[in-house]
């Protein structure tokens, strides 16, 4: 059963610094990886995903996958407040068809300072 | 555009009570459902998923049932509520060819 597990599991940074969150998985045969911003009482929504090794830059958001280390990250250049949220990574044996089943990470809590 | 609607918006609810949460769809025809529960801050945990009307898959036994009455419908139940089932209970969805699921807005469930 594949497992998720986040780090730190909170964080609290100042604005405009950088902010790293890690994730690991458990299972090498694992093709979608994504992670997930939740505002408090809200829905999450996806931020970013990737399908393969590498990096992704969106905007201030960069995601990068190593599956030889099961490994990958969410780095925000230039936090802001507005970014203070829960953080959930996600990923999937399969990214098509059927239940391709999300397991979640446990979380990492962000505050950003101004 | 689609749109994911969920009902009740919260619920307060007495141990041993029946329960009902609702599902709706709309915009997007056939797509993969899911119910979700996160503990109060917690990770979210997949319950039931569902790819087609009338077929519904159980992935956590929690003493819940989910059924799929129309195409874009999702209903959670229980005939009897636990302490336990206090939470966030999220609705997602998904197309066939795509990862991504998009949340609903939620139901909080408090069970006094």
């Known amino acids: 059963q594949q497992k998720v597990q986040q780090s730190p599991e909170s964080l609290i940074v100042p604005e405009g610094a950088m902010t790293s969150l890690n994730c690991t998985f458990s299972?090498?045969?694992?093709?979608?990886f994504a992670w997930y911003r939740q505002h408090s009482g809200k829905a999450p929504k996806a931020l970013m995903s990737?399908?393969?090794?590498g990096e992704k830059e969106e905007g201030r958001f960069t995601i990068h996958l190593n599956k030889a280390s099961l490994h990958f990250s969410l780095h925000i250049r230039d936090s802001q407040p507005s970014d203070s949220a829960l953080y959930l990574c996600?990923?999937?044996?399969?990214?098509?068809?059927?239940?391709?089943?999300?397991?979640f990470g446990q979380g990492t809590v962000l505050s950003v300072i101004p | 555009a689609q749109t994911i609607h969920q009902w009740p918006v919260a619920e307060i609810k007495a141990v041993g009570s029946p329960l009902s949460l609702g599902c709706t769809i709309k915009?997007?025809?056939?797509?993969?459902l899911y119910w979700y529960w996160q503990a109060t801050g917690g990770t979210l945990q997949q319950l039931f998923y569902?790819?087609?009307?009338?077929?519904v898959e159980s992935v956590v036994q929690l003493n819940l049932s989910a059924s799929r009455p129309k195409d874009d419908q999702f209903i959670l139940s229980t005939e009897k509520l636990l302490l336990s089932h206090s939470g966030f209970y999220l609705c997602?969805?998904?197309?066939?060819?795509?990862?991504?699921?998009?949340f609903g807005p939620g139901t909080r469930l408090t069970v006094l």
């Open positions: 997602a969805w998904r197309t066939q060819n795509y990862a991504e699921q998009f």
């Open positions: 299972d090498s045969a694992s093709q979608y």
């Open positions: 990737i399908f393969s090794n």
């Open positions: 996600a990923v999937s044996l399969r990214a098509t068809g059927g239940n391709n089943k999300l397991t």
């Open positions: 915009g997007k025809s056939s797509p993969n």
């Open positions: 569902s790819i087609t009307v009338g077929q």
